[in-house]
């Protein structure tokens, strides 16, 4: 990723511009500095000289708050940004060669690329998947996340908005799906999905389950715990229309059961577990075979009140994902609120101050006029820290001043 405080050249050019407000007398000069008459026609070339050096503040925040960058930094074992401007395969950026590929069910449409990403500190787009018509990303069997276990620890972490939420049938006393991630099947896997609670076609909240499952006790110590009559799992509430970060954490023990837990995190804070028992149980997760999906069922996947057995494209998510990452450790609370902080802080202009030439300078014709400035730009709002950048000698950018009246120089 390119030095973030070259960012601070074009605010240096705009302070460039304002030292060329009006050519008619064909003078150069800083506001509020005197004028030369007799000025010649020919352009006065300013040169900028540039260096950054990068102070940064104390706090728990990496300085350099790039959304990538710091989830580059907590080791993921695979990461699809979901940046892709073709429909051919997501990308990975720690293994190259374990993409998913993008699909849709029945000949319908694929999902759409390269949408408005909603990390806006990462640099590209994200992917829209539309229910309608079976949008899904299919990942292969990798030793990375599932067939090369047993694992202990697990993180899954995404970020979503929802167009349309499942709904809840009165009828039948059951709730619709959407999925965000799954992998694994039915007796061993992960899966992150929202459950329908309101009724009616356009249900303006849900639930999302942070679930998790190895119910075969059949392959060592630590085996054997949650399925559908002791589901393990944590709960929140979202709604319609809102962007948010989840993070699914296993956090198991094989040595005492009932000590390992399923974590969930929304925006950056703890949910709470709204099932009597839930999120304590939890021992390893041994290999569960049956690859993963991306917004909808790859094959086959658990849920806390059910099971999804060879249902390919099954409970397709109806919204936009950005910035999947998946993780063998249980990730902190404290790293989570970073990420979700590093994410949704806003980038602010720097303060751009002019301290040489000093006022009242004046120049002969023709002059070379080295320009030094100091630039402080606050990069993240808090809790993030500061940057500041200290222009002295390094490299020069030229500007041409073209005699004219107007009060923007031409090019």
């Not at 799992?233 to 040595?255: I, P």
């Not at 099954?314 to 950005?322: C, R, V």
Request: charged share 20%; net charge neutral.
């Amino acid at each position: 990723m390119k030095n973030p405080d070259s960012n601070l050249l074009p605010w240096m050019l705009l302070l460039l511009l304002k030292l060329i407000p009006s050519f008619g007398c064909g003078c150069a000069r800083v506001p509020r500095y005197r004028r030369l008459a007799n000025m010649p026609t020919a352009a006065v070339i300013l040169s900028f000289l540039l260096s950054a050096r990068v102070a940064s503040g104390a706090g728990p925040v990496e300085e350099k708050a790039y959304y990538r960058e710091v989830v580059m930094a907590d080791g993921p074992v695979a990461y699809w940004p979901l940046g892709d401007r073709t429909v051919a395969v997501a990308a990975n950026l720690i293994e190259p060669g374990f993409v998913g590929t993008y699909a849709s069910n029945s000949g319908g449409k694929p999902p759409l690329l390269n949408v408005e990403r909603l990390v806006s500190t990462a640099p590209d787009g994200a992917a829209t998947f539309v229910a309608d018509q079976g949008n899904v990303v299919r990942f292969p069997n990798n030793a990375s996340i599932n067939v090369g276990g047993p694992y202990k620890q697990k993180t899954v972490e995404l970020w979503f908005r929802a167009n349309r939420l499942p709904a809840f049938d009165k009828n039948t006393g059951t709730s619709e799906k959407m999925l965000l991630w799954e992998q694994g099947g039915i007796a061993r896997g992960l899966s992150l999905y929202l459950s329908g609670t309101d009724a009616g076609e356009n249900p303006v909240s849900a639930e999302i389950y942070f679930y998790a499952v190895d119910a075969v006790a059949t392959d060592g110590v630590g085996d054997g715990w949650g399925g559908p009559s002791s589901p393990v799992f944590a709960v929140a509430k979202v709604e319609r229309g809102k962007v948010y970060h989840a993070v699914l954490v296993m956090d198991g023990d094989d040595s005492d059961l009932n000590a390992g837990v399923i974590r969930g995190y929304l925006n950056g804070q703890p949910v709470q577990d709204l099932a009597a028992g839930s999120g304590v149980g939890v021992g390893l997760l041994y290999n569960h075979s049956g690859a993963a999906g991306l917004g909808a069922v790859h094959s086959s996947t658990a849920y806390h009140d059910g099971n999804r057995d060879g249902t390919f494209f099954a409970d397709p998510f109806d919204g936009t994902i950005d910035e999947v990452a998946l993780y063998n450790k249980a990730r902190s609370a404290e790293r989570i609120k970073v990420h979700f902080d590093v994410a949704s802080a806003s980038i602010a202009p720097p303060q751009v101050a002019l301290t040489n030439p000093s006022e009242g300078a004046s120049f002969p014709a023709g002059a070379s006029v080295a320009i030094t400035a100091t630039a402080t730009r606050r990069r993240l709002r808090q809790p993030l820290p500061r940057w500041s950048s200290s222009l002295a000698d390094s490299k020069s950018v030229k500007l041409p001043v073209v005699h004219s009246r107007s009060t923007s120089p031409v090019f």
